[in-house]
């Protein structure tokens, strides 16, 4: 149509503002919406915080300023909710990432049978987390009648307090999350072991002295950006955690596997303390979004 | 070839390990769904025999008996009006966002699609306080709306980043000619583009409708008798009685029946989808 190639790379102003109004009008229905239903509302999440609503007494709601807060810092439920948090955040994330990397690595090459391995690892993840806890509670957790449990005892280990047992059950929650979730960390470590490149790898390969070295210097540093991926995605999945841990233990017994969340929950919608369940909320949204801080600041540097 | 070295009795036993590995993962992870499924056929004396049957005769008596208790029959066509609707205004506002983000250029895109990571971020029980507080000022508890509003704060950000890679994987060519031969943007993107990315859009769909057909918290905050999806639904059963599993197991394998229907149809386009922006970086 034009004379050559040149000619129609230069931009003319009129398409390029025809193409910026283009581009606006695409996104602004949804950026519209995410601002309305997301970013307005942690504003005002931020500022209910400041006030007391309590919805079983509206006639006391007032601002409060920083007390909500200051009630905080002395809540020994909170401290726990914290603790607890901590230890089930990191503790299935380091065994999603660390057993998601064995499996990859074990079925990188020698994987036969894709397809039906990948169907049986595809299944807990896209199961309703609800159900999964429900399951472990009753079918499989259950003393002697609970499979699990069942075969503990054949076995010879005897029964065990899963869910029963404060340290158990935290232990279990974590298992229950694991199991749900590893099937991520060995997909993705899977997909990127496959999409490496060929050559270099096996003349890394030879180098290396044994096994361990192969892994350990030629292999993991190739696959860091997925190892920090999947840390950043399952940390951010682990800190949104609630349905499976609400059915499975409901945060009992007593308060052992009460996270964060879980107490948040309470404390807004059985308490109906909406004003200090919303400084828990915001507690909870400037740890999420520290953590993330610090994961954008690795994934910068690494890569 | 690193592993030629080793001699024939070793590889022997090391395939044999990974094969029985292969079969243990196999069973840790399909055995759990596979025992509900084969609970819910169970009588409830079977249920509670040791040790557990493997073979029995199969009854389909819990699940007549769910089917009829109004509350789960009703809180699965809830669910799935919600699933469906979220699915749909997902689409129509998430796939335009994810094309104008990979490919026309205009001022603070990287701003705005970086906002689109961030609203990923947000913690669910951070935004269902004053959502909830909003929505019973607009009188929109208990109603489909709002809970398919809320949801939508969850599969939006991530379906404009998923519709992101998939646009980007289309040649940088495609719009040129229909640009030059004077057809609008929107035209373009209607007639040319978007029948390239319908896999995307489907891949993009199976993840939002999973997502919103899974979602408990905003459920159970958000619903009333009206509305209540079948995960409160399911709830409700143990929460009255701990040894109805029969009920319950029924109830469940109608609950995961959907997912894992699309998940045998569709296995390696969702790996796929799941792992493509973590290997892509």
């Not at chain 1, 259950?142 to 076995?155: A, E, K, R, S």
Request: glycine share 8%.
């Amino acid at each position: 149509m034009f004379k050559g190639g040149g000619e129609k790379k230069r931009l003319r102003p009129s398409y390029i503002r025809q193409q910026e109004r283009f581009g606006f009008a695409m996104i602004t229905p949804s950026m519209l919406f995410l601002f309305i239903m997301a970013a307005f509302p942690l504003i005002m999440l931020v500022g209910m915080s400041g006030f007391r609503i309590d919805l079983t007494y509206p006639a006391g709601n007032r601002w409060l300023g920083v007390s909500n807060y200051l009630q905080m810092v002395h809540d020994s439920r909170f401290m726990h909710a914290l603790k607890v948090t901590a230890i089930y955040t990191v503790s299935t994330v380091f065994l999603q990432v660390v057993t998601g990397l064995a499996l990859a690595m074990t079925f990188f090459r020698s994987f036969r049978g894709q397809g039906f391995l990948r169907v049986s690892v595809l299944l807990p993840m896209i199961l309703a987390p609800v159900v999964v806890g429900l399951a472990f509670r009753t079918m499989i957790m259950t003393p002697q009648y609970g499979i699990l449990d069942y075969i503990f005892m054949v076995l010879g280990f005897g029964s065990k307090p899963w869910l029963v047992d404060p340290q158990w059950a935290l232990f279990s929650v974590i298992i229950i999350h694991t199991w749900q979730w590893t099937p991520f960390a060995f997909l993705v470590f899977l997909a990127s072991l496959n999409a490496l490149p060929a050559d270099p790898l096996e003349a890394a390969l030879m180098d290396a002295r044994n096994s361990w070295q192969r892994f350990w210097h030629v292999i993991l540093p190739m696959i860091r950006p997925a190892v920090v991926i999947v840390l950043i995605f399952r940390t951010m999945i682990a800190l949104r955690a609630f349905a499976a841990i609400f059915s499975a233990t409901g945060g009992g017994p007593g308060t052992a596997t009460e996270i964060l969340n879980l107490y948040t929950y309470r404390e807004s919608f059985n308490s109906l303390n909406l004003g200090y369940g919303a400084a828990l909320g915001t507690a909870l949204l400037v740890i999420t979004v520290v953590i993330s801080m610090i994961f954008f600041r690795m994934r910068q540097s690494r890569m | 070839m690193a592993y030629r070295k080793m001699p024939a009795w070793l590889r022997g036993l090391r395939s044999g390990l990974v094969f029985s590995l292969y079969v243990f993962m196999i069973l840790v992870w399909a055995f759990p769904v596979i025992w509900v499924i084969l609970t819910s056929l169970k009588t409830r004396t079977e249920i509670f025999t040791l040790p557990p049957t493997i073979f029995f005769k199969p009854t389909i008596e819990h699940y007549i008996e769910v089917l009829l208790a109004q509350d789960i029959l009703r809180g699965i066509i809830n669910s799935l009006l919600v699933a469906c609707g979220t699915t749909l205004f997902t689409l129509l506002i998430a796939v335009p966002a994810g094309y104008a983000f990979s490919r026309i250029r205009f001022p603070f895109r990287g701003r705005l699609s970086f906002f689109a990571l961030l609203a990923q971020m947000a913690p669910p029980i951070g935004l269902i306080i004053p959502c909830f507080l909003i929505l019973s000022r607009l009188r929109m508890l208990d109603t489909y709306g709002g809970l398919i509003a809320v949801h939508m704060t969850l599969t939006v950000p991530f379906s404009i980043w998923l519709m992101i890679t998939y646009f980007q994987d289309l040649p940088p060519s495609l719009e040129e000619a229909a640009l030059v031969d004077g057809v609008s943007p929107f035209n373009t993107f209607l007639k040319v583009v978007l029948p390239n990315v319908w896999g995307g859009v489907g891949v993009t769909a199976i993840f939002a409708f999973i997502e919103s057909w899974n979602e408990f918290l905003y459920a159970v905050v958000l619903t009333g008798s009206k509305t209540k999806t079948a995960p409160v639904a399911i709830f409700g059963f143990l929460a009255a009685e701990e040894s109805r599993w029969g009920p319950f197991t029924a109830t469940g394998v109608m609950i995961m029946a959907p997912v894992i229907m699309v998940a045998l149809v569709a296995q390696r386009q969702i790996v796929k989808g799941m792992t493509m922006g973590a290997t892509k970086g």
